[in-house]
T-cell receptor, first 111, second 111 residues
Framework: DAEITQSPRHKITETGRQVTLACHQT?????MFWYRQDLGHGLRLIHY???????NKGEVSDGYSVSRSNTEDLPLTLESAASSQTSVYFC??????????FGPGTRLTVL | QKEVEQDPGPLSVPEGAIVSLNCTYS??????FMWYRQYSRKGPELLMY????GNKEDGRFTAQVDKSSKYISLFIRDSQPSDSATYLC???????????FGAGTRLTVKP
């Protein structure tokens, strides 16, 4: 069965370190998204990609970057982690014809 | 003002009750409306998907969209303890690549 996976599921890091969160989908979807979920804010879009070599900034992109070298993967990088980036991160993918399918999430703590 | 407003609750009801969950929005350009269910420490999963105004029913779940009032609702009939989760409303303008989410309502159904 097609799926979307994220790794690691939990991560603790220190302020100032670079962190990369992985997202892998086997749906063969062109569109991939990264969200963060914080209490009281719901899901907020960080970055998204409509295909290989395409990346776009979302609502809360400062301090984050993505790259898309193939259809299956969209890694999210925190260049210099800050405590304000402590959150739960969700990756999603879609074909564009219907809804987005979400991964299980990565819980990131920045100390 | 947020584009999508959703009462975070929490909402607690007895088993068998009818549950009403609601969202309001400010952007009249939204055309696609969705409800996601999110169990604790899991990713959101699509529950209902509607286009434009009207009602849609799927088993015990009914989604209503009133574009004139910028108001959407999700009704759960004969609620079950397994319905205990956070319910997120979401909406988009052109397709499912530009979704905006509500903050989510946490629902508990007590046996």
């Amino acid at each position: 069965d097609a799926e979307i996976t994220q790794s690691p599921r939990h991560k603790i890091t220190e302020t100032g370190r670079q962190v990369t969160l992985a997202c892998h989908q086997t749906w063969n979807h062109n569109n991939m998204f990264w969200y963060r979920q914080d209490l009281g804010h719901g899901l907020r879009l960080i970055h998204y990609s409509y295909g290989v070599q395409d990346t776009n900034k979302g609502e809360v992109s400062d301090g984050y970057s993505v790259s898309r070298s193939n259809t299956e993967d969209l890694p999210l990088t925190l260049e210099s982690a800050a405590s304000s980036q402590t959150s739960v991160y969700f990756c999603a993918s879609s074909s564009g014809a219907d809804t987005q399918y979400f991964g299980p999430g990565t819980r990131l703590t920045v100390l | 003002q947020k584009e999508v407003e959703q009462d975070p609750g929490p909402l607690s009801v007895p088993e068998g009750a009818i549950v009403s969950l609601n969202c309001t929005y400010s952007n009249s350009a939204f055309q696609y409306f969705m409800w996601y269910r999110q169990y604790s420490r899991k990713g959101p999963e699509l529950l209902m998907y509607t286009y434009s105004s009207g009602n849609k029913e799927d088993g015990r779940f009914t989604a209503q969209v009133d574009k004139s009032s910028k108001y959407i609702s999700l009704f759960i009939r004969d609620s079950q303890p397994s319905d205990s989760a956070t319910y997120l409303c979401a909406m988009s303008r052109y397709n499912n690549n530009d979704m905006r989410f509500g903050a989510g309502t946490r629902l508990t159904v007590k046996p």
